[in-house]
RNA sequence: GCGCCCAUGGCUCAGCUGGAUAGAGCGCCAGACUACGAAUCUGGAUGUCGCAAGUUCGAAUCUUGCUGGGCGCACCA
């Protein structure tokens, strides 16, 4: 719709200066439709007159005059505009447009929001990428879900989307890892062991010794330690990376591909890269270490890609992948982090400039932490006791849909308060329940029509001219408003738009509910709200589909 | 010390990339079921958009400086 008002726009001014009635105008932005903040300034309003004024050096109330007086509506979808305010024009949709787009979203059906902005250009999203040293916990969560509706939302908006788990498993934490089963299989023979600082200390580690004992019984106590850490090392980072995908499947999240830091140094193939890059001149040696300059894209200081041991660090991995999944044709690659790592994106931004790729191409979406909190007091973590409430548990606790939705209400970059005591309540404290209880209302509601023998109508049946109550005006508009919204959140990568986007549905729904009867004496009026609430529905389940929140017809 | 992010009613947050009188939810107060689901609805109070300048027709939004909070500043990942 919004772009329906740009179209009239640019054909009327095109139209106005080929007539000499207003003057050359460039409009390098292109045109500004907004919806308005207040309803009495119309559906739908645009500066434009404003916009040129300083250009063309005349009054904007008069140049919008001409603009309104001149305007070219061929759809005739116009009630009325008028010209308010320093040069406003503001413009009015009949009510019969609202009416027609019910037909449009039953037509669409699944289809109604999907857009194809992405041109199938190939996305790929990484998220979570945690090591598999641990299970995941509440702060993985938050990367997770708005990894995944991010992807849900490229994909919507017609790109070709991938899903990449990225496993640090060639670091020394992993090492550390093996390390401490060994110290847990060693304890299980009644060794007594000082636990090392960087060791982990969940009971999870105990389960992993004691599952190693049982099956094969004391023979690591005597063998070579090197080996048996390595041993240990890929066991329990099999056993936790299996944990790890069991509870992102019962959080709904899947991955097309999980790789492996380790593929990246088969076949030389992180030194060759540095070896390149050294030739290119964006590698050099001080003698000792070989420093990537990421000055030269305003880093603040250059960084060590080997180091002084010979070891290269995680920065020279992270751009040989970033060059894989280059080389695995993506176009644009979108890297989920905590917001504690913001720090490292100078550094990886220079890294894929260096590889000859285009900054915009690598985007970067921090997700701060997440404050976890039970009946408003804050839960107390500490990662290196392994004390910290998992995933696992928060799912347990309070579900998939609360703990996705609650995830998603906020903008990525914001801190989120997240209560445990809250998010299961079921209650008015919960916004997901307000917008799940607003679905199985309208299902409820057709299945009463259905239980009274009224037939779900088609819309060649019903007149959409009854629909012309304030409520059900709302209701149309919020809807023929969500492919903008979908595209502005899939532009944006903000898929908390969504999410206010539904409660503000949901709330006009409500009390639409609340004033009118569906189901009356008055069969047009009843088909015709009926109707209206099919498309409602398809409009709550695309959005909620999108989230990966279920979209339950009784609760 | 340097860099990034944040600051909006009592609380938690939106604010569509510069628009018109700054909005929700929670909490608080007062009301609405013999009516399609009261997990709902209706009404009410609450603001120097951290402070100060600047940019222009117009600033919560952009610039600069300050204040206060978070996070980074590794040859860790």
Known sequence: MKNKIARILSDTIRDCISRGLLPEINLPGGIEVEVPGNPEHGDYASNIAMISAAQVKQNPRKIAAVIEANLVDPGNILEKTQIAGPGFINFYIKNSVWQNTLQIIQE?????????????????????????????????ARGAVVGDVVANLLKN??????????????????????????????????????????????????????????????????????????????????????????????????FDNYFSERELYKDDGVAELLDSLQKQGFIYSDGETLWFKTTMYNDEKDRVVVRKNGDPTYFAADIAYHKNKYARGYKMIVDIWGADHH?????????????????????IILVQLVNLLRAGEPVAMSTRSGEFVTLREVLDEVGKDAARYNFLMRRSDSHLDFDLEVAKKQSNENPVYYVQYAHARI??????????????????????????????????????????????????????????????LAGIFHSYYNKNKVISENEKLTAARLFLLRTVLIVFRNALNILGVGAPEKM
């Open 343 to 363: 720090g490292y994106m100078p550094r990886l931004w220079s890294g894929i400039q260096a590889l000859g790729q285009d900054k915009s191409s690598l985007k």
């Open 443 to 504: 299902c409820s509601i057709l299945k009463m029509a259905e239980e009274r023998g009224i037939a779900l109508p088609e819309y060649k049946d019903i007149d959409p001219a009854l629909l012309r109550e304030q409520e059900e005006i709302n209701l149309m508009k919020m809807m023929a408003k969500y492919p903008e919204m979908i595209e502005g959140a899939a532009r944006t990568l903000e898929p908390h738009r969504i999410t206010f986007y539904l409660n503000e």
């Open 108 to 140: 669409k059906n699944e289809e109604y929001g999907r857009l194809d902005i992405g041109g199938a250009q190939k996305v790929q999203v990484e998220f979570v990428s945690a090591n598999p040293t641990g299970p995941l916990h509440i702060g993985h």
């Open 157 to 254: 908006a017609g790109y070709a989307v991938d899903k990449e788990y990225y496993i640090n498993d060639a670091g020394n934490q992993m090492n550390n890892l093996g390390k401490s089963v060994l110290y847990r299989y060693r304890e299980l023979f009644g060794e007594k062991i000082e636990f090392p600082e960087n060791c982990y200390r969940g009971d999870y580690i105990k389960d992993i010794a004691g599952d190693i004992m049982k099956k094969e019984g004391n023979k690591y106590l005597i063998s070579d330690e090197e080996a048996t850490i390595r041993y240990f090392t890929g066991v329990a980072g099999g056993v936790i990376l299996e944990g790890i995908k069991d509870d992102l499947r019962d959080f709904g999240v899947f």
